[in-house]
């Protein structure tokens, strides 16, 4: 285990990952607005995780995250630590099932602690505009929009624009303590 919340553990990721791994990527709905296409076939899944198993979290260039959630994978984080080491980009991945109970945005925050914990002054991310989901997210763990890219990139067979957010240390905002009943 590398991090972990009260519901989530992010962890490297193993080789029996490959399965569920090659199944939510391979969900169309999941790969609508990632980098990648669907179907992932079983043996890409193994080699990925060949790579992101080798990662370093405190070293420059990405490093994939895996959330592990009751002993069963459902998603990842990716962070790309900048030669630097104060900057940072981050995307992430949920798979269908497990979207809409606030995993994707346990597992940003606690990625974003753990990277402003460790230096890193600023955090970046982009993503699709039409992916409302994505945006909701990062504006409510507290990026800021910061640009719209307007026919950035041929994806997919069309245009597409992008949106930039950014967050910077000291405008983060950490995870507030639970509230406690008042008698």
């Known amino acids: ?43 890409r899944a193994r080699s990925l995780i060949a790579i992101y198993a080798a990662g370093d979290p405190r070293l420059p260039g990405w490093f994939q995250y895996a959330i592990e959630r009751e002993g069963v994978l459902i998603g ?27 995993y994707a945005t346990e597992a940003v ?27 909701r997210l990062l504006e409510r763990l507290g990026f800021r929009r910061e640009g719209l890219r307007r026919t950035n990139m041929w994806f997919k067979g069309e245009w597409t624009d992008d949106l930039l957010y950014g967050l910077l240390a000291e405008e983060w905002r950490p995870t507030p303590p639970p509230a406690t009943a008042v008698r």
């Open 109 to 135: 925050r606690r990625v974003i602690e753990d990277l402003f914990d460790h230096g890193v002054r600023r955090v970046s991310a982009e993503c699709d505009a039409r992916n409302l989901r994505s945006a």
């Open 1 to 43: 285990m590398l991090l972990s919340t009260s519901r989530l553990i992010l962890r490297h990721f193993r080789p029996d990952d490959a399965d569920t791994l090659s199944a939510y990527r391979s969900d169309p709905d999941v790969a609508r607005y990632q980098s990648w296409d669907a179907p992932v076939p079983l043996d």
């Open 76 to 102: 990842d984080v990716g962070v790309k630590l900048h030669d630097n080491r104060m900057q940072a980009d981050l995307g992430y991945t949920l798979a269908t099932a497990h979207q809409g109970q606030g």
